[in-house]
């Protein structure tokens, strides 16, 4: 499209003028999303050392400080600034193939298992929220997720009776002359709620967990590249650092879709993880009886489209943040805040004339198989991959991956296994995203989804 196009496009969807402000809506808060021990050196050595300071990484550093070993968390930026602080906030534990599709490929109980952990692992973080007294507006609100046509809406219907067979799941099909009890659109053909899902604040969350991680006593560095990690001796890794060298007991690995290609240390990951970008704008104050007025029942939201929306209200109600694919790598340019104004308009014609106060991007990491993934190589333990579902099975993952490290429980979780297969031809840098999202385009704008 032209960039005259786009500007005309520009102006009929944004208010003129108006400035968008390309930082997260979530990082505006009163509680500190920065570690405060920053300045002092680095500690000779730890027990452990965590690469990445986001909910992996520091949740597996608490669980591992509260058996009373020795923790460094290193992040080469700000700790929670990757992804953990850039997601939409949705809590659903869910993994990107359906029940059915995990079924099929890996058979009918290990598709109840991940089901069921799903489950065990939203319950977890909830209590876990409770017990550590972190205040970040978790609502189980429930979500409805719209069907983008009839035959989606059958399959959604199939999906919805399985999910009911494992216990912890509440899902329920609305059909398209209900809908407006859940959403004030006709967009969709009916679509299936599940009550059990929820979501969160997620920059005060991430600052509670913080703040935590921090009182157990872990040492937590920001602008700290790990460069590589290499054997001492049995039992020894050193870690390379750009601050200088740290002997460590064990290490675990979180640096998940923000692992790069620059350093040695992400170079086993990275061939098997590919990190794709989505990209949020928050609407500007709409006022809770509007927001109200168009979520009824204030629910987290989505759509069964290949081009995945999410969409929500924000923790005050006072606002609606959509999600979408992304058409730039660093920084979003004003090509995507038109894309998401125009679905957000899609939802809720009566937007058209709202001005959208915040857009900002980050990467989701994704495996060949579209699942979360924990696994030692080398002696280095990992977790990753969760797919954009990150808010549950992070926080989860990281702490499964610090038991496994520490050699308590013996099958920790259902995506404990071997090393995810390498990606072929590919090492890195995802060269074939943007084929396979105007493939995605293709394939919606043949069921007749946006
Ligand atoms: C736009 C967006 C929307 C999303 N929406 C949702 C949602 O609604 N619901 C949901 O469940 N999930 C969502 N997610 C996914 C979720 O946010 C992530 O899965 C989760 O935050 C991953 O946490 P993490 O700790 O594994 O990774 P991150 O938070 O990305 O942390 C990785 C860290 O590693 C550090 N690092 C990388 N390399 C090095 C190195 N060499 N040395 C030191 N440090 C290094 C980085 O600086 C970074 O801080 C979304 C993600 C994005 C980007």
Redo the contacts with the bound molecule.
């Keep these: 499209m032209s960039d005259v196009k786009l500007l005309g496009l520009y102006n009929k969807f944004n208010t003129k003028g108006h400035k968008v402000k390309r930082s997260a809506f979530w990082w505006d808060i009163e509680e500190s999303l920065a570690p405060v021990n920053d300045q002092e050196k680095l500690p000779l050595e730890a027990e452990f050392v965590i ?8 949740s597996a550093a608490l669980t591992i400080v509260r058996q009373g070993q020795s923790v460094l968390v ?11 602080t ?7 534990g869910q993994i990107r193939l359906s029940h059915s599709k995990l079924t099929h490929k890996f058979g009918l109980a290990y598709a109840d298992e991940v089901y069921a952990e799903g489950i065990q692992a939203r319950l977890d973080l909830a209590k876990f929220c409770s017990e550590e007294g972190i205040e970040c507006n978790f609502q189980m609100a429930g979500r409805f997720t719209g069907a983008m046509s009839r035959a989606d809406y059958e399959s959604q219907s199939h999906e919805a009776e399985r999910l009911n067979e494992i216990a912890g799941h509440k899902a329920y099909m609305v059909s398209k002359a209900d809908q407006h009890n859940e959403i004030a659109t006709d967009l969709f053909h009916g679509g299936m709620v599940r009550e059990e899902i929820g ?1 969160f604040h ?1 920059g005060k969350f991430f600052s509670g967990l913080l703040k935590s991680v921090k009182e157990a006593g872990v040492i937590v560095r920001s602008n ?4 590589d990690v290499i054997d001492l001796s049995p039992g020894k890794k050193s870690v390379i ?1 750009s601050k200088g060298k740290v002997n460590a007991g064990k290490v675990i690995i ?7 290609k620059q ?1 040695r ?2 170079k086993f990951l990275r061939r098997r993880l590919v990190p794709a ?4 704008i928050v609407t500007e104050r709409l006022g809770v009886e509007k927001v109200k007025a168009l979520m009824p029942k204030l629910r987290m939201y989505g759509n069964t489209a290949k081009l995945y929306s ?1 969409f929500r209200p924000t923790p005050d109600r006072d606002r609606i943040l959509l ?1 979408s694919r992304s058409f730039d790598r660093q920084e979003p340019t004003d090509r995507s805040v038109i894309y998401l104004k125009r679905k957000l308009v899609q939802i809720f014609p009566e937007l058209g004339a709202c001005a959208i106060d915040y857009c ?6 994704f495996t060949r198989t579209q699942m979360p993934v924990i696994f030692e190589y080398n002696k280095i333990y990992y ?2 991959g ?1 797919a ?7 926080r989860w993952l ?1 702490k499964k991956v610090a038991e496994t490290a520490m050699g308590i429980g013996n099958r920790p979780s259902a995506f404990y296994g071997p090393p995810p297969a390498a990606v072929p031809l590919y090492d890195g840098n995802p060269w074939f995203l943007p084929a396979v999202q105007r493939y995605f385009a293709l394939r919606d704008w043949t069921k007749g989804a946006y």
Excluded: E, K, M
């Design positions: 690469v990445g300071g986001g909910y992996t990484g520091l290193l992040d080469s930026g700000l700790p929670g600034f990757g992804a953990s850039r997601n939409g906030g949705i809590c659903s979501g997620p700290t590249v790990v460069w650092t979180a640096t998940n879709a923000y692992t790069g350093h240390v992400g970008q989505s990209c949020i999410y999600g900002w991007l980050g990467n989701v990491g977790a990753a969760y954009g579902s990150g808010t549950v099975w992070a990281g």
